[in-house]
C-alpha cells in the first residue's frame, strides 16, 4: 500500500479553499479535488502491513502532541512536478515536532524515508504547466490540527483517492 502521514483541514476549511482557489486562479486541467486536500508531513511510499503495525505502534507509544493552529497563507509553485500549492510562512514548532517523530520512526520500523527539507503544503492543482499569476485574493485559511491521520494513496477509474487509515488524536489545548 502507498502511504503518507497528513494533516487534514476540518470540511468548512477545505471547501473555502477550494472557493478561493477558483476565484483566485484560472481553471486548471487537473485541480485537486478538495476531498484531498491535505498537508503532507511524511511520504512513506510502499509499506508493507508488518511496517504499518509496527509504525502504528511506535506512533502510539510516542506521539504527545496538544491540538495547535495552523494558518495556510502563502501561495508556491513547483515546476518540475508542476505543482500549485498553498504553504504556511510560520510552520508552529508542534507541526516540526510530528515531522521529526516520523522522520525517526519511520527507519525503526524498517521504512526508508527520501531526504528532503521538509516544505509544509497543501497542493491545490497539477499539471500546471507554468507558474500561476500572484492570486487576486492572498490566501489566509486558519484552522486547528487536531489529529495525525495515516493515509493510503488509491488509484481509482476517477482519479487518485486518498482514504484514511488510521488516526490519532491530539490532546486538546485548555486556556483559561
Not at 488509484?155 to 487518485?160: C, E, P
Request: charged letters at 20%; aromatic letters at 14%.
Amino acid at each position: 500500500m502507498r502511504a503518507f502521514f497528513a494533516l487534514t483541514p476540518p470540511g468548512t476549511t477545505k471547501l473555502a479553499i477550494e472557493a478561493w482557489r477558483d476565484k483566485a486562479f484560472p481553471r486548471f486541467y487537473s485541480p485537486v479535488k478538495a476531498s484531498n486536500f491535505h498537508i503532507t508531513l511524511a511520504f512513506l511510499g510502499d509499506v508493507s502491513e508488518s511496517q504499518l503495525d509496527s509504525l502504528s505502534q511506535y506512533i502510539d507509544t510516542h506521539l504527545n502532541t496538544r491540538c495547535f493552529s495552523l494558518t495556510l497563507d502563502y501561495v508556491g509553485y513547483w515546476s518540475k512536478p508542476k505543482a500549485l500549492w498553498l504553504g504556511n510562512t510560520q510552520v508552529s514548532k508542534e507541526q516540526l515536532d510530528l515531522v521529526a517523530l516520523l522522520q525517526k520512526a519511520s527507519p525503526a520500523c524498517g521504512i526508508t524515508l527520501q531526504k528532503r527539507d521538509y516544505i509544509s503544503h497543501l497542493t491545490l492543482a497539477r499539471k500546471c504547466n507554468e507558474n500561476p499569476p500572484a492570486a487576486l485574493i492572498e490566501p489566509n485559511f486558519a484552522f486547528q490540527a487536531t489529529e495525525l491521520t495515516l493515509y493510503e494513496s488509491a488509484s481509482s477509474a476517477h482519479g487518485v483517492v486518498y482514504r484514511p487509515v488510521l488516526s490519532w488524536p491530539f490532546s486538546p489545548r485548555f486556556s483559561f
